[in-house]
């Protein structure tokens, strides 16, 4: 099992920026990718974007490209999101998830937070 913790999320005006965080604990070596969700009052999930355990590989929606930065420190067990130039269309709830290979698609991770949220506002 593992569990995910985020935190970061609040209230930012239009243009300023957050960093989300996402512990992790338990048995993280059986997944070692992580990604980060988003999902608005009567949305679908939306994928953000994932990394690998290494760093090395990194996949961002489209709509957050130039933007946000996801970052990891294995060493604390902790995956990062930066986000940059918010924007109102932003507002969300935001959920960490791991799983095996990177993937934009919610039913390839196994494990999600409980969601951290995000209010951008104009």
């Known amino acids: 099992q593992v569990q995910l913790v985020e935190s970061g999320g609040g209230l930012v005006q239009a243009g300023g920026s957050l960093t989300l965080s996402c512990a992790a604990s338990?048995?993280?070596?059986?997944?070692?990718?992580m990604g980060w969700f988003r999902q608005a009052p009567g949305k679908e999930r939306e994928f953000v974007v994932a990394?690998?355990?290494?760093?090395?590989?990194?996949d961002y929606a489209d709509s957050v490209k130039g933007r946000f930065t996801i970052s990891r420190e294995n060493a604390e067990n902790t995956v990062y999101l930066r986000m940059n130039s918010l924007k109102p269309e932003d507002t969300a709830v935001y959920y960490c998830?791991?799983?095996?290979?990177?993937?934009?698609?919610?039913?390839?991770?196994?494990?999600w937070g409980q969601g951290t949220q995000v209010t951008v506002s104009s």
């Open positions: 990394i690998s355990w290494s760093g090395s590989r990194t």
């Open positions: 338990g048995r993280t070596f059986s997944s070692p990718t």
């Open positions: 998830a791991a799983g095996w290979g990177i993937s934009p698609r919610v039913v390839d991770y196994d494990y």
